[in-house]
């Protein structure tokens, strides 16, 4: 059974909004090309998820997810600190055990510094590491994964342009303006984790109203599909609804996965930085 959440089909996360601008003006420092100035969220902001897979034309709760982020150091530098920790529930553990923890440091700007995933899946349980420095105005990579099997893997990747991880995608992509975005656009998705880069990127399908389950609070939202270009074929993974103000916040994920369905949707908030102006 593969992952049932926002980790690597993600998270991810979760990065949702405008064209990835990796930065032209070469006289500028490569770890500000990477960055954005931060308008989405602030330190203290909490997402709490809940999770769902379609078992025989039944919606089974069968875990739960939260997202957090504060301000933090990192190797001296003020940096945002976000996690992600997913669990599957007795109903899921039954038939599937799932523990995911996601790990990123950003600098002030958003340009990654750190990332790490601890993934237990089934009986399988791996490490992924990032490391990224900036060394003449390129994006350097040191990777670090942990088989599930105990094999150590370090490799050193150097890109021209910026690459990103499922967190800080996520982060950054939350901070794009969207408002001049057409259906049917296309968004580049450079995701890298501690094996490969993803050829991946988003599709924009325009705006749709979300209700969130048992309450009365309605959101318009944004609406992209996460698309993925593997064996030759390009497959949607994801469809994102994200609310349609300066907050970006993911309400609702509808993952399609090869053995079926799954969902995710907000649970509660806290610590928003901006009005929730997309609430109806």
Known sequence: MKRLLITRNTVHMLAL???LAAGSMTSM???AQCGIENKAFQSGEFLAYDLYFNWKFVWLK??????????SVYNGEDA??????TRGNEKLDGFFVMRDTLLSYCNKDLAPLYHRKGSLEGKRYYVDELWYTYPKNNCHVKMHRIDA???VHWKDKEYKDCVYDMMSIFLRARNFDASTMKEGDVIPMPITDAKHLSNSWLKYRGKETYKIDGTKEKFRCLVFSFIEHENGKNKELIRFYVTDDLNHIP???DLFLSFGSAKVFLKSYKGIKNPITSKL
């Open 17 to 19: 909004l405008s064209l």
């Open 29 to 31: 420092p490569a770890q």
């Open 62 to 71: 069968v875990g739960s997810a939260s997202m957090s982020t504060v301000k």
């Open 80 to 85: 945002y600190r976000t996690s992600l920790i």
């Open 149 to 151: 099997d105990g094999e």
């Open 251 to 253: 309400v609702r994920l």
